[in-house]
């Protein structure tokens, strides 16, 4: 069976655009810190953007007359950033955020590229519902939307949905995320059948018993506020099961959201075995622990939850030595009513589009816990590669999407003032240093500080 | 106390609040001993009782408080409420605060439910139970009863013996006699053992006599007869052989060793027949401190001038 991966993005001419190049259709980005993992730059560059695409990347570029300029000095310019998990609500909960406005806040966010989770109402589980998604971005969406489509029919976990077809129409990955299979048989096939689709499998791991019911991670803090935990061993259980089959069935399969130690040991021994595993991590999970939750903070709950200061010390050293490949928001929007309730009632999730930059350059990078190349990697060439989409690389000739961070601005977060139509993040109130401030989608300012 | 708008948990008060409410609760004991046991200390105020779990003790044993402070009283329970309406907490709760209530007592099942209507609520809120968190006023009056027998907390062994992991009794417990310089021992199955739980900075073990070695209190708390169908423990019958006070087990403990229990009981289950009702028991007692102890929690928490304690 051929598998091609079609450019399925429409060209966003559609959108008006306030912002765009020079009367010559030209736009140069100058003096500032280019940063593209993928080819090793990392100094002071000129690019020049003509149209959609990069022209030239230079030391030094001559602006022609009808050039737009931009003065970039102290400012970092890497490839439009690419969060591979997201949920945009829509169809089905537009109260909560819509493909239109979580677009929007991934260009405010500095993304260019967003993957979309298939467990809307009602799912993304035939092709129909893939290309209303691809046909909604791009009339509404100021970046690019890359559709997940579900593994299974209704995200159930019982019947294959047909993922060749889900394939033909766009999707770029297939996942029940939010749901875990219980089924081994049945996300054994799942998994054959998407290996020779080409397409890989996104696992949400969480065994689908132990912890059933909790609300939080199971250890001292859970013991102390009274609320029934998620153990840690729910994720690692599942880890182990999705990494034998991938061994068994030689598919692709990459590991959604890790938050313990133990995955991250199961992860780093497949990645030694030479498994097609890779695996993400999200920025609360890097930097919050579940002594967050203290209080009842309903913005600290979300699944997996916040675990032990143990977990997420291994965590950060998985991403650190690359066992974690990724750093993704899963951004997971949620309207008021269904947060401020009580602990046990409330939802499930936070935000993070607009806040993924900063929590990343102030608690990873200024840090020293991790570099900037690297941290820049874990949100471009390295969703890039395991989507297998064109996307995270400033070269000559590739799609002009590109991102401006300044990483000196600081900012306290205000979720009020976020273009996500939610307001449910753990970071309200921080002061955070680092923020994107210009966000190029095929050679268009889609955002601008 | 002072100060505070709300009582949420043991856990947030310091060892002098926890001795002070000890202290005023002794004066209101003596209150209810009068042939008239009733002061005029809450007249004016208004205090609603929102139970929307089951319960007699408290409910009572507050409804009582309040009246013997002369306070007006509303009672909530859960069914027949707008609560099967659907209505949530927060819209309930603000509904009846708008009714210039003074004071909410809150049962819930919701672990923090208290703390979430203490946020938005200008009132004071007094958590009656929630989840499996806290319920500070029978950790409150299980302290006093002890008090009232021992004269003192500090050194004290107390056992409290059962399902620890679902307790908010056990917590509340364990957070106020800690405080106080007790030494606490959980004792149960590790299937109704929370993790961390030595954390707080009891000892921990599954071997009934080994706690009971020595004990000066044992507290026994109820088994929930279902958990006996979950995967958490095989039969009542198993516990009753491997956690059940008995006379005999008892004779490990102290002469003069003190048995009390939050209640209901499972007779013959947690609790052998005649250690309930036998001469170490002090559970009744409990029941009757239990009164005195609220009416202290709920006049500290009045904002009543020192001026107007009872004589």
Redesign the interface.
């Known amino acids: 069976m051929s598998v091609r991966k079609k450019n399925l993005f429409q060209n966003l001419s559609a959108l008006p655009s306030k912002n765009s190049c020079g009367e010559d259709g030209k736009l140069l980005l100058r003096n500032g810190r280019v940063i593209d993992p993928s080819s090793g730059i990392d100094s002071r560059m000129d690019v020049l953007i003509s149209k959609d695409k990069i022209e030239l990347i230079r030391e030094r570029i001559e602006a022609e007359g009808g050039t737009r300029v931009l003065e970039l000095e102290g400012k970092l310019v890497v490839p439009g950033l690419v969060d591979m998990h997201v949920h945009l609500r829509e169809p089905g909960r537009e109260d909560e955020e819509t493909i239109s406005s979580g677009g929007a806040a991934a260009a405010s966010g500095g993304f260019t590229s967003i993957a979309c989770m298939a467990n809307t109402q009602p799912p993304i589980d035939t092709s129909g519902m893939v290309r209303y998604v691809l046909e909604a971005a791009s009339r509404t969406s100021p970046v690019k939307v890359f559709p997940v489509a579900a593994a299974t029919v209704g995200l159930r976990g019982e019947q294959m949905a047909e993922i060749v077809d889900l394939r033909d129409a766009g999707a770029v990955a297939i996942s029940d995320d939010g749901n875990f299979t219980g089924n081994s048989e049945v996300a054994r096939r799942v998994m054959e059948y998407a290996r020779m689709a080409g397409l890989p499998v996104i696992s949400h791991c969480e065994d689908p018993y132990v912890g059933k019911g909790g609300v939080m991670n199971?250890?001292?803090?859970?013991?102390?506020?009274?609320?029934?935990?998620i153990?840690a061993a729910s994720e690692v259980a599942a880890v182990g099961r999705e990494i034998a089959l991938a061994e068994l069935t030689r598919a692709r399969i990459h590991i959604a959201h890790v938050s313990t130690g133990g995955a991250v040991d199961l992860i780093r021994q497949a990645k030694r075995k030479g498994l097609a595993v890779t695996a993400e991590a999200t920025p609360h999970h890097l930097v919050l622990s579940d002594e967050a939750v203290s209080?009842?903070d309903t913005n600290a709950k979300m699944n997996p939850p916040l675990r032990s200061e143990e977990d997420r010390r291994a965590v950060v050293e998985g991403l650190r030595d690359g066992t974690i490949d990724v750093i993704a928001s899963d951004h997971a929007p949620h309207c008021e009513?269904e947060k401020?309730?009580?602990?046990?009632?409330a939802a499930f999730g936070v935000i993070g589009l607009e806040t993924t930059v900063g929590v990343v350059m102030t608690f990873l990078v200024n840090k020293g816990v991790l570099s900037l190349s690297q941290a820049i990697a874990a949100l471009t060439a390295a969703p890039s590669s395991v989507l297998d989409i064109k996307a995270g690389r400033i070269a000559r000739g590739q799609a002009a999407d590109i991102t401006v961070i300044d990483p000196q601005l600081e900012w306290t977060v205000d979720p009020c003032s976020f273009a996500s139509r939610s307001r449910n993040s753990p970071f309200k109130g921080w002061t955070l240093t680092g923020k994107s401030v210009l966000t190029i989608v095929d050679g268009k300012i889609v955002y601008q500080a | 106390m002072t100060g505070r708008k709300d009582l949420l948990g043991l856990e947030d008060l310091s060892g002098k609040e926890i001795e002070l409410v000890l202290d005023t609760a002794r004066s209101f004991k003596e209150v209810l001993e009068r042939p008239i046991p009733k002061v005029p200390t809450l007249r004016g105020k208004t205090i609603a009782n929102l139970f929307f779990e089951p319960s007699t003790r408290t409910r009572i044993s507050f409804e009582l408080a309040e009246k013997r402070l002369s306070a007006d009283t509303v009672s909530f329970t859960a069914a027949g409420s707008s609560v099967s309406k659907g209505e949530n907490l927060k819209d309930t709760a603000r509904n009846i605060e708008a009714m210039q209530i003074d004071m909410i007592v809150i049962r819930h099942h919701s672990s923090g439910a208290p703390h979430f209507l203490a946020r938005s609520l200008k009132c004071s809120v007094i958590n009656a139970g929630d989840g499996m968190h806290e319920h500070p006023t029978q950790g409150l009056l299980d302290i006093f009863t002890i008090r009232e027998y021992k004269k003192r907390i500090e050194g004290l062994k107390v056992v409290i013996v059962g399902d620890i992991a679902h307790s908010r009794v056990a917590r509340s417990n364990i957070w106020g006699l800690l405080k106080l310089g007790a030494k606490v021992v959980v004792c149960g199955p590790w299937t109704l053992m929370p993790l961390g739980i030595e954390r707080l900075g009891v000892g921990v073990t599954s071997n009934i006599d080994e706690a009971l070695e020595g004990a000066d209190v044992v507290n026994v708390l109820r088994i929930q007869l279902e958990r006996q169908k979950s995967s958490l423990l095989p039969t009542l019958r198993e516990y009753a052989r491997c956690f059940g006070i008995t006379r005999e087990r008892l004779s490990a403990a102290k002469g003069d060793v003190l048995v009390m229990h939050p209640g209901p009981m499972n007779r013959g289950v947690e609790i052998a027949q005649d250690v309930a009702d036998g001469p170490f028991s002090v559970i009744l007692e409990q029941v009757t401190n239990g009164v005195a102890v609220r009416m202290a929690v709920l006049y500290l928490l009045s904002g009543i001038e020192a001026d107007d304690k009872p004589e």
Do not use: H, Q, R
């Open positions: 199971e250890g001292y803090w859970s013991t102390a506020l009274g609320l029934k935990g153990p209080g009842y009513e401020d309730v009580e602990f046990d009632e």
